[in-house]
């Protein structure tokens, strides 16, 4: 079974358009992720939830808009796609963010996102 | 606020010789450390982290890692390459004072020669 799932896994579109990545994670974790890999393959943390509650916004344009309608699940909505929005999102589980340990992430497969 | 540099954004080496990947981090609270891999087209599997305790850490596929507090490194090495370590492997920091985010280097892409 896949622990945390993304869909879709390609997603090809002009610019100004919206549309939506969802993510899905299995694993009864408390805190979902979304990151941004851009062409050059860096990395860079977007949001963070916690219990569906927004823990972590990262300087990222209002476009963006995450939503968590329960903690299994932490969506990407992206209105208005512009050409640099062209990236890979990876979202990411863990256990949560408090407590002595830290908490593993585990991550998604990842949705390519090409703007036309 | 916590940075992480990756010295080589592609590595060459042949198989069955060390594979060695540099990394340094910046942090002001006690950092976790970690490395992960990302095959092409996949997600990112973590390799190894270091959190407390013993800083020589093992992880999966033979891969180790030491953590130096006092040259703020944690290399990465693996005695003999194989063909299927080819990937592209980043190294990140994360603290529990930063809400647990990682904060990944410029990654590294590894190549082996047969």
């Known amino acids: 079974d896949t622990a945390v799932s993304q869909t879709p896994k390609y997603l090809v579109t002009q610019m100004g358009n919206d549309k939506s990545i969802k993510c899905e994670q299995n694993?009864?974790?408390?805190?979902m992720y979304w990151y941004k890999q851009d062409s050059k393959k860096f990395l860079k943390i977007m949001f963070s939830y916690n219990n569906k509650e927004l823990i972590i916004n990262e300087t990222v344009p209002n476009r963006f808009s995450p939503k968590s309608p329960d903690k299994a699940h932490l969506n990407l909505h992206i209105n208005s796609l512009e050409l640099g929005d062209s990236a890979v999102y990876f979202c990411?589980?863990?256990?949560?963010?408090?407590?002595?340990?830290?908490?593993?992430?585990?991550f998604g497969p990842g949705t390519r996102l090409t703007v036309l | 606020a916590q940075s992480v540099t990756q010295l080589g954004s592609h590595v060459s080496v042949s198989e069955g010789a060390l594979v060695l990947l540099r990394c340094n981090y910046s942090?002001?609270?006690?950092?976790?450390l970690f490395w992960y891999v990302q095959y092409p087209n996949q997600g990112l599997q973590l390799l190894l982290k270091?959190?407390?305790?013993?800083?020589l850490v093992k992880g999966i596929n033979g891969f180790e890692a030491e953590f130096k507090k006092s040259e703020t490194s944690f290399h990465l090495t693996k005695p003999s390459a194989h063909m299927s370590d080819a990937a592209e492997y980043f190294c990140a920091v994360s603290a529990r004072a930063a809400g647990n985010k990682l904060t990944f280097g410029g990654g590294t892409r590894v190549l082996v020669k047969p």
């Open positions: 942090s002001s609270v006690p950092p976790y």
């Open positions: 694993l009864g974790h408390d805190t």
């Open positions: 270091y959190t407390t305790g013993a800083t």
């Open positions: 990411a589980s863990s256990q949560g963010t408090s407590g002595l340990d830290y908490n593993e992430q585990f």
